[in-house]
């Protein structure tokens, strides 16, 4: 899946914009879990990316967005147990799937 990313591109602008520049590569991205399945765009963000870590960097870009729906559910899992533990009903509402499916406040 990282052949979506225009590898060159990052490398260059940040080497031009060192300071100012967020290196973010967005690709469309499906997220299928067995609770959770909805498209939407991914922000992988990469710095200090030079040609000599360009293969690592592939590498673990790559391991990254196959393993992704298992990251995903398992970080969803330990934020939901997290705040059943430490937190009100309120926080676990803003903080479990129905966040994620919450439109964005226009």
Known sequence: MHN???WDHLINFQEDNE?????KATIPFFLDTPY??????LDIVVWNLTED?????????E???S????L??????GLYYFCCAYMDDEVINN???TEFYQDPVA
Do not use: C, G, M
């Open 67 to 70: 393993n992704f729906n298992k």
């Open 36 to 41: 959770l399945k909805r498209e939407f765009p």
């Open 95 to 97: 903080h479990s799937l």
């Open 72 to 77: 995903f559910e398992t970080a969803w899992t």
């Open 19 to 23: 300071d100012d520049w967020q290196p």
């Open 4 to 6: 979506l990313i225009d």
């Open 53 to 61: 870590t360009l293969d690592i960097t592939k590498k673990v870009v």
């Open 63 to 65: 391991y990254v967005l």
